[in-house]
């Protein structure tokens, strides 16, 4: 059996668009305490101010719901989430590089 | 449905203490969390031990699992008990992901409407829902539609519940517009299209992130794209107007004089397309036509009398 959804259902979380902190918790789910700590230890990085004028860039959403994972299921406490965080940048940056080099040498 | 053997799954002995078990659950998370792991069978896996372990943590979850006896096999019929009752109520908080626990779970220790864990014998304590879980799917599109945008259909396997309550790996068809200009390494959010929602909670989304599959002739570096032009000696040496293929079409790329291999050219802007498009990077590549006839090897001969060059002065001592 299988399923398929419309065309057009998709939204790319590009750095050019940006989400408030409004509508970073309506699509995260998660509370706005949480996010404004993820700031607090510089997991996110929005432009403006202060939290009226925050802009998060549209990636930042999956970053939440990774940093929701980790917390919950590996009972990471913060400096271990932005650990964890930045060697998974880098481990998932140097899979991708390493297969795009395997697909060029075919 | 099948029994379950939590001590099987955490790789621990049945009178494992509290400690023994927490440092099982770390160990295997850490192996198969899903933003962790790669491998296909990972998310599954993951369920499987947070499963484990939110039974043989909780003191009376793994009292009640005992009492079922030590004599079941993994995998093996399970029937509950004739007069056996759920005591277990579910509250929000250390209750996560309990809408893909196994049916064999709900039915020892309760669950909300639904399939699966959603499916046992109602959730106690009411009003309790959970936002499904989020999944990831990486997908390779073409260099071309990501130039221009496109609209593309992909196949993926993912893990759903069927109605016995078992988890499956089921075929999903989607079809999903490449928006023009995304590159490698970004995300396309289709909301709502992630794992079921619990007790009525919305559905979790479903990530997929952008590969490019690979090119005959371009590779890609963020937005920028590069190509090797391959010249003849003599334009090289003269110079040249020659048509260089790019993703928007033909340029005509102006050779200077005197250019040597490996020198790079910038096409600027003919790259991906974005608020600040990349640009397009040729390198030079010289090929020697090779000599086929003896008027051809007499010409190199001529060549090496009339232009004396030593290509190798620089490896000397």
Redesign the interface.
């Known amino acids: 059996m299988t399923d398929d959804f419309t065309p057009g259902a998709g939204e790319l979380l590009a750095d050019d668009r940006h989400l408030t902190l409004a509508e970073l918790v309506d699509a995260s789910g998660v509370r706005v305490e949480l996010i404004v700590e993820m700031v607090s230890h510089d997991i996110l990085r929005p432009h403006g101010r202060g939290a009226p004028d925050w802009r998060f860039p549209a990636p930042a959403l999956a970053r939440v719901r990774r940093v929701v994972r980790l917390r919950q299921d590996l009972e990471l406490n913060w400096p271990g989430v932005c650990l964890a965080l930045e060697l998974l940048d880098e481990l998932h940056d140097l899979r991708r590089r390493h297969r795009a080099l395997l697909r060029r040498l075919g | 449905m099948q029994y379950k053997d939590y001590y099987q799954v955490l790789g621990v002995a049945r009178d494992a203490d509290g400690d023994a078990i927490k440092r099982a659950y770390?160990k295997l998370?850490?192996k198969y969390?899903?933003?962790?792991s790669?491998e296909a069978d990972a998310e599954e896996r993951?369920k499987e031990v947070?499963e484990a372990y939110e039974v043989l943590k909780d003191p009376e979850k793994r009292e009640a699992y005992d009492r079922l006896g030590a004599n079941w096999r993994a995998g093996e019929d399970f029937t509950p008990p004739p007069d056996w009752e759920p005591e277990f109520s579910f509250h929000g908080g250390g209750f996560?992901n309990a809408a893909d626990f196994s049916d064999f779970f709900a039915s020892i220790f309760g669950g909300a409407p639904g399939g699966g864990a959603r499916g046992g014998r109602g959730a106690h304590g009411g009003g309790f829902q959970m936002?499904g879980e989020?999944r990831q799917v990486r997908v390779q599109i073409r260099l071309e539609d990501a130039y221009a945008g496109a609209?593309r259909s992909f196949?993926f396997v993912s893990p759903e519940i069927d109605p016995r309550g078992e988890v499956r790996q089921?075929?999903?068809?989607?079809?999903?517009?490449i928006?023009k200009?995304?590159v490698?390494?970004?995300?396309?959010?289709?909301?709502g299209?992630g794992g079921p929602g619990f007790g009525g909670g919305?559905a979790g989304?479903l990530?997929?992130e952008v590969?490019?599959?690979?090119h005959a002739i371009y590779?890609?570096d963020g937005r920028d794209i590069h190509l090797d032009l391959p010249l003849a000696p003599w334009e090289a040496a003269l110079g040249a107007k020659v048509k260089v293929p790019t993703l928007g079409g033909q340029v005509e790329l102006n050779i200077p004089p005197n250019t040597q291999a490996g020198r790079k050219l910038r096409l600027g802007g003919r790259g991906l397309p974005?608020?600040v498009p990349g640009d397009q990077y040729v390198t030079i590549r010289i090929v020697t036509p090779p000599a086929h006839d003896d008027s051809q090897r007499e010409f190199y001969r001529r060549m090496a009398e009339v232009m004396p060059y030593d290509p190798r002065a620089n490896l000397k001592a």
């Open positions: 770390r998370a850490r969390h899903p933003d962790v790669e993951f947070q996560r936002r989020d609209t196949s089921q075929q999903r068809n989607i079809n999903v517009t928006p200009g995304v490698e390494g970004q995300r396309i959010r289709l909301a299209q919305p989304d990530f997929l590969e490019f599959e690979a590779h890609v974005g608020k």
